[in-house]
């Protein structure tokens, strides 16, 4: 007895010095809210007043000032993000995963940014504005590595902080701008689609198919391995970062409010984190203020606003990266063919260390058009060598002049020639002023090609056919500016025509432009809070009319009981994504065994790929409504053609019996919030265990869906599990009549510190649709009981 009592003892002690020793290790690391401290290469005190979020308001004498703080700042509470951000173009990630991130980093280090990001570089103006205020963020920066506390995860993964440079701002843009590309994704399936399967299943995907036709049956079909795709697809989805992905943004004129002022909102969709994407902060000097929204590494917001405008983006999705086969010289395969005559390819040398092992040195050819993707990509069997011509590194890049000149813009004029330099990635920028003015912009280096080419394959890089033969001058790109109809909107649809034809990209469907413009036409009495409930929004406007042309291919004396009391559910839907809602649980069970009975059979390791593309979504309702197609027919039966109603009633009798299974007999039980659900994983969390519950922000129910509103996206595939994967990023609404005291909220927190209060205090708020304000009054801001004073070190 004396010795269990002894053991207790021991264990409780053991427990209150681990208590103990966690409660100091964390105080010791939490970000500094409060307090003073010195800085070096201030001029004068910084106040900075951090608000209930965690917002930091930085009063400064002078830009530089407020510079350096916002850098030391943003690294105390975000170095980790900024240190994965950094590594992804250069090919750095496994000097702190392991060899499991090598293929990703021998294709990132492969594609050119950093070479890119050196040229730009040495060419910047030194002496100019956005050249010195980037110079004190990174200084900022770098005194706090000198000086702040080391993150968590830097000890765990082992690794040792290093300074920032320019470069690594410029990797950040290149990586940016790559993620927003789609081309990769889509460009090598479809020249594999057309190779193996032939035009017409090529032509009915890209929508110039004849609806009458007759089908020559193949006797035989080349396998789809979509090796290049899926390869790309893989590398990003599993990046330790979120990508960026699609967006809403929508600006209201002064004549449709209630209260006559403009009204602006936007909520990028980027795939979800832990840390979330932006960091804000509020500017504040004699001559200058913005409340910016920062990715990790930029000095100056992609988002932001102060009392005079606001301004905002979602992704063009317009083509900037496309792929041209090259020919090789038969007796040098160090040349390749042009019209001039043969080249001999650039050969690049990169060297990607491993955490706990050898280091892997490699070599990229690079010709003409840009990287040959055979090296970098694995299991890429082509004889013919694939380069890769993107905009982003073969034009001038003005991004860091481009972001700065965004927020310190004097007037919409202003801002409109800022906007004009951008030349990839494509993005909708829209605006909103006090003086009433409202505009959308399509910012992009548009080109032209001969007539009839097709970018939706691979281009001939040897005849010199298929080469760029304009870029367009930004006048002639789309864009609104103050319409009678008093709203622009952007949600990554279709812009306007561009010399009299529609422009060439990776367009979202009509789903959540269709449902915003519903929602803005008729209503002439806007105020800040109806466009914070409509930021929320999960009914579709298209869902349950393709669920319906679904249905009436369905044979209805087929169906057993419970399979009619679904259809009855799914036929009354008015496409509302809430989490008592039966049937979106049918229909995105229903859509999947169509897609899968449809195109599965010719598409093979390419299917899921496919089905989760804006080109699926672009093509599914005329695949529906086409009573003759290539694709109904299933190759793998034999002597048998099958029709557009067997496909269809096969499809939905496989859903019902699936969700049975997977949910049970009782129909009523088959909530949506049953099998949809959202967690933001951290880098190290994704590891599992008490890693993922220590880091990990959630997994929480949710509501909304693809392509509502509220876009919860997530893939399609053959679990029946839906885990939202990314969503809006932020909700920001600026409301001109009430400018300081307009609404925002992010996924999780302001904060990447586990040790934070603001780690993830947002969460629970953003899940309900709710708002925190973004502080503009400086006699609200400065009653916070957080504050910060920064002082110059002698």
Known sequence: MKFLKKVLKIIVLLS?????????????????????????????????????????????????????????????????????????????????????????????????????????IQNLDKNAEFYQLTQAYLDGINQYIANGKTPLEFSLVGIEKEKYTLKDIYNVFGYMSFSFAVAHKTDPLLTEIKEKLGEPYLNELLGSFSENLTINRMDSVSKINANFSKSVSAMIDNM???????????????????????????????????????????????????????????????????KRYAYGLTMLANDDLNFYTEENNSNNSSEYKTLQGYKTYKMVTKTIKIKDDVDTTFQVKVSKHGPIMNGLITHLKNEKPIAMHWLYTQLENE???????????????????????????????????????????????????????????YLNGASGDDEITEILDFSENPKSINPKWNYVYSANHQPDTVRGKLYPGYYQPENRSKRIVSLLKDKNDFTKLDVAE???????????????????????????????????????????????????????????????????????????????????????????????????????????????????????????????????????????????????????????????????????????GNEVINNQIFKLDSTGVYKVTAGPSTRRVVDFSDVENSLSIIPTGQSGNVFSEYYQDQTHKYLEGKFIPMQLNESEIIKSKNLLILRPKD
């Open 240 to 306: 330790p970062v979120a990508p960026l992905i699609g967006s809403n943004s929508w600006v209201i004129g002064a004549d449709k409010t209630k209260n006559g002022k403009v009204i602006f909102a936007n909520d990028p969709h980027i795939g979800f984190s832990q840390p979330s994407v932006w960091y804000q902060n509020h500017i504040k000097t004699p001559n200058f203020e913005v409340y910016g929204f920062n990715i990790a590494l930029m000095p100056f917001p992609l988002l932001g606003h102060n």
């Open 399 to 457: 991004m860091l002049e481009v972001s700065h000149g965004i927020s310190h813009s004097k007037s919409i004029t202003d801002f409109q020639h800022s906007v004009s330099k951008i030349h990839a990635p494509g993005l909708n920028v829209m605006y909103g002023d006090a003086e009433d003015n409202i505009a959308w912009f399509a910012s992009a280096k548009l080109y032209q090609l001969r007539d009839s080419l097709s970018t939706k394959t």
């Open 534 to 704: 409509m930021m929320y929004d999960v009914t579709s406007s298209v869902d349950h009319f393709i669920a319906n042309d679904l249905l009436k291919n369905v044979i209805k004396s087929d169906l057993s009981a419970s399979e009619k009391q679904a259809f009855s559910i799914l036929e009354k839907w008015q496409g509302d994504y809430l989490k008592t809602s039966i049937a979106p649980t049918i229909y995105n069970r229903f859509l999947f065994e169509f897609l899968k009975n449809t195109y599965k059979d010719e598409l093979g390791d390419g299917f899921e790929l496919f089905i989760n593309s804006q080109l699926q979504d672009q093509v599914l309702r005329t695949q529906i409504n086409r009573e003759n197609s290539v694709w109904w027919d299933d190759i793998t039966t034999t002597n048998t053609t099958e029709t557009k109603q067997e496909i269809i009633t096969k499809a939905y009798q496989n859903a019902i019996a699936f969700l049975q299974k997977q949910l049970g007999g009782n129909i009523e039980s088959w909530t949506w919030n049953s099998v949809i659900s959202v967690e933001y994983e951290h880098a190290i969390g994704k590891a599992g265990g008490l890693l993922r519950s220590f880091f990990n922000v959630g997994p929480f129910e949710t509501i909304g």
């Open 16 to 120: 209150v010095l681990l208590c103990a020793a966690y409660l100091g290790y964390s105080k010791y690391n939490t970000p500094k809210y409060s307090g003073e401290f010195e800085i070096e290469q201030l001029s004068n005190i910084v106040n900075v007043y951090f608000d209930n979020n965690g917002v930091p308001h930085i009063n400064a004498q002078n830009q530089k000032d407020a510079y350096i703080a916002l850098g030391y700042l943003h690294a105390q509470d975000r170095l980790w993000q900024m240190e994965l951000i950094r590594r992804i173009a250069p090919g750095r990630l496994s000097e702190i995963f392991g060899k499991d991130l090598l293929k990703t980093d021998v294709f990132f280090a492969g594609l050119g940014i950093e070479e890119a990001a050196e040229q730009t």
